[in-house]
């Protein structure tokens, strides 16, 4: 029904739009669009262009041929792009670029393992690229012996790359110039794109998390992390410098450095700001200036109690972004710390980009009652709004309430647009990941848990900022630190029970789903009560020690615990939701990547067995070939449809036979 609610299949449907850029001179605006391909089962990502002058989009790859990573060339005539090339299993990333609209766009790189970041040269005449090379004895190895590996001591490092944009065009032209069956090698097969490429450096002892070129592109700054992991030791970051001339590497003795770092215009200064020690994941980050040319550090207070990013640095000044509440801003930040907010209040932002020459600022936000859109300088330069005209959707108002220990606690209620205060309603909650992220009072755009069905159902929906969100400052964060699950459901039922006082909860129909950390929260709040009458925990950590064992994030524990399991197995156990698997009684629903490396798979079978062996309802979706996030629309279907089935059973007595997706009905 058009005026009706959004289907699953719309809801999954629906484009996400990402990572805009701008121009130096603000003519020209480019983001990606991403679609699912219900044909392939696949989520496309296209790289649109916005014509200012036009007042025009259009798309600069087919649908099917992916594109993503979009930057202007320093002049603003060209955008570079990253495309999939090569044949079948062997496509690899590599860099294209577009000319014009009318030209065919011309692969840059053939990188033989592809391309993993790129950055322009300041000239406009290149590209700076990373790229991670296959151990060629590893590869020996690997056809004599099979495919196996030593643990920590055998690891992939980027290496760094320039390649010249003429060169590959002289190249290209001249193939041009030749008929396509007289491109033959040796072999008989048709010549590929030549590897015109120069290596500057490694692989060294070392991983790349970012890295930026002088403007006399003389030096290449990076920054370093030591093996065998990027993700866990990135609080031993280190600033370093290449010089391009000796091709020597030094190291300029900053640390604990995050991977949000910009050079100034002039190439005289770099903004970077820095993991605080001890609580990397809790803190307000510090923002730093350093002078390239004296050595000196000068560190910036900012007056906003937040977590910031480093969104530009132009001749105006730097341009960052941070959370109050459920919104996220931008704002420009003068030398004594002060910060002039150029979004408005009702916004959100997620991504924002700021042009060099120009400081136009493009951003895509959202607001409580339109859907995220691309704006630039304020006007909205994509309509994405339109597949939600005329539709029903949820109203969405933020509350307050406070926890069992007197903290305050933000939520977003979502009720029907005929919501009956006098009425109580079945309650669901949502809780989100993390656990420094946020639910937002924007259009609904999660594709995980079908908000919008269940509230045409007839549910309501809380989705609680529990403690630790990001958005309410740095002591909100740092008070679920050793205080995991306890903290959390105290929280969460806090905010169950103010619904209930108010007379629009149902108090004996209540559920509870998550994914991440939301659906630790929830396995943890299913086992410690039985105030719910049915879970759904996706990707959830059931056991801090089996987790810690297997993570590919393994700091991440001692950051929020504080020790090793070792060192203090009993607060592992005392938030660990398999502790209180005695209590079980709420009928659980679990899903989970067989390829999910955040959290490994192992804590989803804890807790089914955990469940079964204490005669608990339990179901166990294993979906296979995804990691921790859902990579496929058919799978964010299933997993809509699944939980829309599972609480429509248990908390309004709605039948379970469809719950096994065995039935292919057009529904």
């Excluded at 701008?22 to 605006?29: A, K």
């Excluded at 248990?650 to 036979?657: A, Q, T, V």
């Excluded at 997706?661 to 529904?667: E, M, P, R, T, Y």
Aim: aromatic share 12%; charged share 25%; glycine share 8%.
């Amino acid at each position: 029904m058009k005026n009706g609610y959004f289907t699953i299949e719309e809801i999954v449907s629906l484009p996400t739009l990402k990572n805009p850029v701008i121009n130096s001179v603000g003519s020209m605006v480019a983001y990606i669009k991403v679609n699912a391909d219900w044909d392939d089962n696949e989520f496309r990502s296209q790289v649109w262009i916005y014509d200012v002058e036009k007042d025009f989009s259009y798309p600069v790859t087919g649908f099917k041929t992916e594109s993503s990573m979009p930057l202007w060339s320093p002049d603003s005539q060209i955008l570079a792009y990253l495309s999939k090339a090569g044949e079948n299993s062997e496509k690899k990333k590599q860099i294209f670029i577009k000319r014009s609209p009318e030209e065919a766009a011309i692969q840059i790189t053939n990188a033989p393992n592809g391309v993993d970041s790129y950055k322009w040269s300041p000239d406009g005449k290149g590209f700076f690229y990373l790229s991670t090379p296959e151990d060629e004895a590893i590869k020996k190895r690997k056809e004599l012996y099979g495919d196996f590996e030593y643990v920590d001591k055998e690891y992939r490092t980027g290496c760094l790359y320039y390649v010249s944009i003429d060169k590959v065009i002289s190249k290209f032209e001249e193939a041009l110039k030749t008929p396509k069956d007289m491109r033959k090698g040796p072999d008989d097969k048709e010549v590929e794109t030549e590897d015109l490429a120069e290596k500057l450096f490694g692989p060294e002892d070392f991983f790349i998390a970012n890295f930026a070129i002088t403007p006399d592109s003389k030096q290449v700054l990076f920054i370093v992390v030591p093996p065998p992991s990027l993700m866990n030791n990135m609080d031993e970051s280190e600033l370093c410098v290449f010089d391009l001339e000796s091709k020597k590497i030094e190291k300029l003795g900053i640390s604990r450095l995050r991977t949000d770092f910009r050079l100034s215009p002039d190439g005289r200064k770099l903004a970077y700001t820095l993991t605080k020690e001890g609580f990397p994941w809790q803190s307000n980050n510090p923002l730093e200036i350093l002078d390239l040319e004296t050595g000196e550090r000068e560190r910036i207070h900012i007056d906003v109690d937040s977590i910031i990013e480093i969104v530009a640095y132009t001749k105006k000044g730097l341009y960052i972004s941070w959370g109050e509440g459920t919104r996220i801003k931008i704002g420009l930040l003068d030398p004594d710390g002060k910060v002039e907010t150029l979004t408005d209040d009702n916004s959100t932002v997620f991504w924002a980009a700021v042009s060099s020459d120009t400081d136009k600022l493009v951003c895509i936000k959202a607001m409580p009652t339109e859907p995220f859109e691309v704006y630039l300088e304020g006007k909205k330069i994509t309509d994405e709004g339109k597949f939600y005209k005329e539709r029903l959707t949820s109203r969405k108002q933020l509350i307050r309430w406070k926890s069992l220990d007197g903290v305050e606690i933000e939520g977003v209620l979502s009720t029907p647009p005929d919501f009956d205060p006098s009425k109580r309603y079945p309650l669901l909650l949502i809780v989100h990941g993390g656990p420094t992220w946020l639910s937002f009072d924007v259009p609904t755009f999660s594709k995980t848990y079908p908000l919008e069905q269940f509230v045409e159902k007839g549910f309501i929906v809380l989705e609680p900022n529990y403690r630790g969100s990001d958005g309410y400052g740095e002591e909100f964060r740092r008070i679920n630190y050793r205080n995991l699950g306890i903290g959390d459901y105290a929280d969460v039922i806090s905010g169950v029970d103010y619904l209930i006082e108010k007379g629009i909860a149902d108090p004996e129909r209540i559920g509870i789903m998550g994914w991440s950390q939301g659906g630790y929260i929830t396995a943890f709040c299913s086992l410690y009560s039985n105030r719910f009458k049915a879970a759904s925990v996706g990707a959830g950590i059931s056991d801090w020690i089996t987790y810690y064992y297997a993570t590919d994030i393994h700091n991440f524990t001692v950051y929020f615990l504080g020790e090793t399991p070792w060192n203090d197995e009993e607060i592992y156990k005392k938030t660990s939701p398999m502790t209180y698997i005695k209590n079980a009684s709420t009928p659980t629903l679990i899903q989970h990547g067989d390829n999910d490396q955040r959290v490994p798979v192992p804590n989803a079978y804890k807790l089914y067995q955990g469940l079964k062996d204490m005669g608990v309802p339990v179901e166990f979706v294993i979906f296979k070939e995804m990691g921790h996030g859902i990579h496929k629309p058919g799978i964010a279907r299933a997993i809509m449809k699944q939980n829309l089935i599972w609480f429509s059973h248990y908390l309004l007595g709605e039948p379970m036979e469809s719950f096994y997706l065995k039935d292919h009905v057009d529904d």
